[in-house]
């Protein structure tokens, strides 16, 4: 994968993943939130765990939506399609 493909990715993907991370704890506090059942966590925690939640389920549609995406045709020297 090319650094400019990476950054097609990982730059959306960030900033979806902040904004997020705002809508979803603005409604949500985080000392309310348990995991698994009995693991408690501190604000700061819930907020980082989001965050990298909500960013690789970014990241991951995408780098589906740029896979997915038609490819531009190559052409030669003339014109012609290769």
Not at 76 to 82: A, K, T
């Amino acid at each position: 994968m090319k650094w400019r493909s990476l950054m097609w990715i990982m730059w959306p993907s960030f900033l979806v993943a902040a904004m997020m991370t705002f809508f979803v704890f603005a409604f949500i506090d985080p000392l309310d939130l348990v995991i698994f059942g009995h693991i408690e966590t501190s604000r700061m925690q819930a907020y980082t765990i989001g965050f990298f939640f909500f960013w690789v389920m970014a990241a991951l549609s995408s780098t589906l939506t740029l896979k997915i995406a038609p490819r531009p045709r190559e052409y030669d020297e003339f014109g012609d399609p290769l």
